[in-house]
């Protein structure tokens, strides 16, 4: 099974609401039939956006899947990013210990310029993420596949400004110059909270 992060924009919010029942239906049933690990929308952005991610055999199940949500259907994703995810740090699973009340997710993207030469700081960001994990601010990373320059962490923090500065202390941001973006997010759907 491969982890596929899919990314959605809406600018069209009227339509959004109106299909927004047969959205949520959509993607309880994708939930049962484990094809939906987690959804949610982003917080606070000046336009709708939603990641899902997937867990799917392959791109062509994937595709078929997306063209069924009400929202693609009518021509209401605005636009779309997908990335194959290789999550090599944490798991998308509920964990043992619930998160602290409190708890803020966020999803926090970073791109490298193509071609830096990663190889000086793999060990201290491999320690970096791992300490992350021990101190349950970190829930899942991993770089993707088909952008290997790139990647995603969802991040488990107090606030944004925790976020930003687990973000800032990355060694491929502090070190190499990775530019990155945080998002508050809410993974409503699925069992990860």
């Known amino acids: 099974m491969q982890y596929h992060v899919v990314t959605f924009t809406h600018t069209k919010i009227f339509g959004w609401a109106i299909y927004l029942y047969a959205h949520v239906k959509y993607l309880k049933k994708l939930l049962k039939e484990d094809k939906l690990q ?5 917080v ?17 199940e994937l595709d078929k899947l997306v063209a069924g949500d009400p929202y693609s259907i009518h021509g209401l994703v605005a636009s779309s990013t997908v990335n194959l995810w290789d999550v090599k740090y944490g798991s998308m699973l509920k964990p043992a210990n619930p998160d602290k009340e409190g708890t803020k997710y966020f999803r926090a993207t970073f791109d490298l310029k193509e071609g830096t030469d990663v190889s000086g ?15 349950k601010k970190l829930r899942a990373s991993g770089n993707y596949v088909n ?5 995603l962490s ?7 400004a ?3 500065a687990v973000m800032k202390a990355d ?3 502090a070190k190499l110059g990775a530019e990155y973006q945080v998002i508050q997010w809410d993974p409503k759907f699925g069992d990860f909270k």
């Open 44 to 60: 606070g952005t000046p336009v709708h956006s939603a990641q899902l991610v997937f867990k799917v055999t392959d791109r062509a």
């Open 154 to 160: 969802i991040l488990s923090v107090a606030n944004a």
């Open 147 to 151: 952008n290997p320059a790139s990647g």
């Open 38 to 42: 987690i959804s949610g929308p982003g």
């Open 121 to 135: 700081v793999e060990e201290e960001r491999d320690a970096y993420l791992k300490k992350l994990l021990e101190e």
């Open 171 to 173: 060694p491929y941001v």
């Open 162 to 164: 925790e976020a930003e």
